[in-house]
C-alpha cells in the first residue's frame, strides 16, 4: 500500500535552531511529493514539491528515493514557522494526493 | 481570493440527521475533492470528483455520499450523520490530477454532531 509517514506529531524547537521534519513513503513508482503547511486559523496551503527544487520561506525539501526519504529542512527556525505540516505523495496515474499524518512544528522564543 | 468556499463554515447537527456539506469553485478546475482532517490521523480522503457527474471512493467513504452536478459545486452528504463523523471537512481543487500547481484548500468545515 501507498503510505506516506511523518513520524513526529509534535516538534518544538529554539528560535534560531535548524528544523527537520521527517517524511518517509513507501511506492514502487516514480512518486511526486509535496510539503503543505497550514498556520492558525488558516487554509492549507501548498509550501513546496520536490519537482521545482525550490525553496520557500527558507526551507527545502530533497528527494532521496534511495531512503524514500523527503525531509523538510530550514537552517534557522523562526517564531512564524509555528504551524501544522503535512507531506504528500502523488502517485501515477489519476489518483488523489495521500497525506502524512502530519507535524505539528513550536519554534519557541 | 482562493477561488474556492465552503459553507456552512460551522454546524452543529445531531446524531442521525442528514446533513450536506457545499464546496464551490471559481475556478473551473476539473478536479475537488473532499478530506476529513482529525488529530493523529491527519487528512484523509473521503470522495473526490474528476469531472461532472464522475466520482469516485476515498479512503474513509462510509456513510458518506457526494454529488457533482455541475463543475463549480461538490457537495458532501452524511447520510445519518454519527458522533465519529465529528470533524473539519476540507474541499480542494486541482486542474490537473497531477497537481504540478498543487491543491487549492478551502477554509473547512467544523462539523460537531451531538
Known amino acids: 500500500a501507498q503510505r506516506v509517514t511523518q513520524p513526529e506529531k509534535l516538534l518544538s524547537v529554539f528560535k534560531g535552531a535548524p528544523v527537520e521534519l521527517k517524511c518517509n513513503y513507501s511506492?514502487?513508482?516514480?512518486?511526486?511529493l509535496f510539503w503543505y503547511v497550514q498556520y492558525s486559523r488558516q487554509r492549507l496551503q501548498l509550501l513546496l514539491r520536490?519537482?521545482s527544487r525550490e525553496s520557500i520561506k527558507g526551507f527545502t525539501a530533497d528527494l532521496n528515493k534511495g531512503e524514500t526519504s523527503f525531509h523538510l529542512k530550514k537552517p534557522f527556525a523562526q517564531e512564524e514557522d509555528s504551524a501544522m505540516y503535512y507531506c504528500?505523495?502523488?502517485?501515477?496515474?489519476?489518483?488523489?494526493?495521500?497525506f502524512g499524518k502530519g507535524t505539528r512544528l513550536s519554534v519557541i522564543a | 481570493d482562493a477561488g474556492i468556499t465552503q459553507s456552512p463554515r460551522h454546524k452543529v447537527t445531531e446524531t442521525g440527521t442528514p446533513v450536506t456539506l457545499r464546496c464551490h469553485q471559481t475556478?473551473?478546475?476539473?478536479?475537488m475533492y473532499w478530506y476529513r482532517q482529525d488529530p493523529g490521523h491527519g487528512l484523509r480522503l473521503i470522495h473526490y470528483?474528476?469531472?461532472?457527474?464522475?466520482?469516485d471512493k476515498g479512503e474513509v467513504s462510509d456513510g458518506y455520499s457526494v454529488s457533482r452536478s455541475k463543475t463549480e459545486d461538490f457537495l458532501l452528504t452524511l447520510e445519518s450523520a454519527t458522533s465519529s463523523q465529528t470533524s473539519v471537512y476540507f474541499c480542494?481543487?486541482?486542474?490537473?490530477?497531477?497537481?504540478?500547481?498543487?491543491?487549492?484548500f478551502g477554509s473547512g468545515t467544523r462539523l460537531t454532531v451531538v
Open positions: 480542494a481543487i486541482s486542474d490537473t490530477q497531477g497537481a504540478k500547481g498543487g491543491y487549492t
Open positions: 511506492y514502487s513508482g516514480s512518486p511526486e
Open positions: 520536490h519537482i
Open positions: 504528500a505523495l502523488l502517485r501515477s496515474g489519476n489518483t488523489p494526493l495521500v
Open positions: 475556478e473551473n478546475h476539473r478536479y
Open positions: 470528483s474528476y469531472g461532472v457527474k464522475d466520482t
